[in-house]
């Protein structure tokens, strides 16, 4: 049984002619149930206020409605999926607001009042670029509160990933450092139309309420970013153009000169951002 009483999907691509463009990362989600499932893994929205980037022709925006979003900004590129997105709006009347423009652009506070969710099956470039944005803003808590993205697979490990491990990195660390992040599901290309080259993942990261270490933002950033860099090699190489005293960082953050970046949990990165901070 479909969740509304809207057509089927491929139905709105045909009747629309919404044949998917490359340039655009569109691959979209024809199943309404897969696309309900998505909306609950990003929560109980009764009552709140969802922004959604890149509807396309709408299936997870009919997921968020009919689970309960008291209302979905959505933000979308590509000017041929309006009247489909039209016709959801006069199906959830007052509930959907549909902007046209290119998501990097709009700032989501000049038309919602926070806290909100966001939920979005983006390209994979403008999701990384989002993300990064959302975790860096100069203040904190940020305007909201989940974020429940799909991601290529290898990014959203990336996002979720632990020390030791490959994947691990300053997207873990960025990510890490101010919310929970966990993959809460895997999709296979097939589930796509047209289906991409790789699997994807769908990344669920709540705020915390403030970051999870005390530490200067650019200070962290600064030193990840050196430490990633070059991640093979020993932190008292790849970081001595830091500081003339590294080493005393590095005992002071409880991290031997000879660990190398991906063996550094979150807590001592920190610590060795506050420590040469401290210095400056
Ligand atoms: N959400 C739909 C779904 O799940 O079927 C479509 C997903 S498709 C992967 C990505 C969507 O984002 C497309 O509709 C595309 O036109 C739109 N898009 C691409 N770049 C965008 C941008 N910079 N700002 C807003 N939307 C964008």
Not at 16 to 42: C, E, M, P, V, Y
Not at 118 to 143: D, S
Not at 220 to 228: E, G, K, P, R, Y
Request: contains cysteine; hydrophobic residues 45%; neutral net charge.
């Amino acid at each position: 049984m479909s969740i509304d009483t809207l057509p089927p999907l491929r139905q709105v691509i045909d009747t629309h002619g919404l044949a998917a463009k490359k340039s655009l990362g569109q691959n979209f989600l024809l199943d309404l149930n897969l696309t309900a499932k998505i909306a609950r893994l990003s929560g109980d929205n009764t009552g709140h206020d969802v922004l959604e980037i890149g509807p396309g022709p709408g299936g997870l925006t009919r997921g968020l409605l009919a689970e309960g979003a008291r209302c979905v900004l959505a933000i979308e590129k590509d000017e041929r999926c309006l009247p489909a997105l039209a016709e959801i709006a006069a199906a959830y009347p007052e509930r959907l607001e549909v902007m046209c423009g290119d998501a990097l652009d709009v700032n989501p506070l000049d038309h919602l009042t926070p806290p909100i969710r966001v939920a979005a099956n983006l390209p994979y470039n403008v999701g990384t670029e989002l993300l990064v944005r959302w975790l860096t803003p100069p203040a904190w808590p940020p305007f909201w509160e989940t974020l429940t993205l799909m991601f290529q697979r290898e990014v959203a490990q990336r996002i979720t990933a632990e020390p030791g491990s490959k994947a691990y990195g300053r997207l873990a660390i960025l990510a890490q450092w101010r919310a929970d992040a966990r993959i809460v599901l895997n999709l296979p290309p097939e589930a796509f139309s047209p289906p991409p080259k790789v699997s994807s993942a769908v990344v669920h990261l709540t705020a915390l309420p403030a970051p999870r270490y005390p530490a200067d933002a650019k200070m962290l950033q600064h030193v990840t970013a050196t430490a990633f860099n070059q991640r093979r090699k020993m932190l008292r190489a790849s970081l001595k153009g830091l500081s003339p005293a590294i080493e005393d960082h590095l005992g002071a953050a409880d991290i031997k000169p000879t660990d190398r970046a991906e063996q550094i949990d979150l807590e001592r990165f920190c610590a060795l951002a506050r420590s040469l901070k401290s210095e400056n």
